[in-house]
């Protein structure tokens, strides 16, 4: 059996394609799992713009998505989305390890030449 390699690529709002490869004959376009990603997507967006606690920006797009049994099957779970907008989050931040050592090493020459 061939894995497939097709792809859709949409732009950032996910409201346009802009490319599309070609699936498997065995693997068709499937709407809901388009839905899943565009979701994702939108979730990402948020953490990085919105400074709302992560599981208050969750809870407002689930609430939204959940009036409807259409969308309510497809949106992402809490751990899904968790990792992906804790990720984005820590994305705008250097680490600390990394960080603390730059000073240390800053605070140690400056004491040396004094």
């Not at 689930?62 to 409807?68: E, G, V």
Request: glycine residues 2%; positive net charge.
């Amino acid at each position: 059996m061939r894995r497939c390699r097709g792809t859709l690529s949409t732009n950032l709002e996910a409201t346009e394609v802009i490319r599309l490869s070609e699936h498997a004959e065995s693997c068709p376009v499937k709407p809901h799992t388009f839905y899943h990603h565009q979701q994702l997507a939108e979730l990402r967006r948020l953490a990085s713009e919105d400074t709302r606690p992560v599981m208050e920006i969750y809870n407002e797009l689930a609430s939204n998505a959940y009036t409807s049994s259409d969308t309510a099957v497809y949106f992402p779970s809490w751990e899904q989305a968790r990792n992906t907008m804790y990720y984005i989050r820590a994305k705008r931040y250097q680490p600390l390890l990394r960080q603390a050592s730059h000073n240390s090493s800053q605070a140690a020459g400056s004491a040396a030449h004094c």
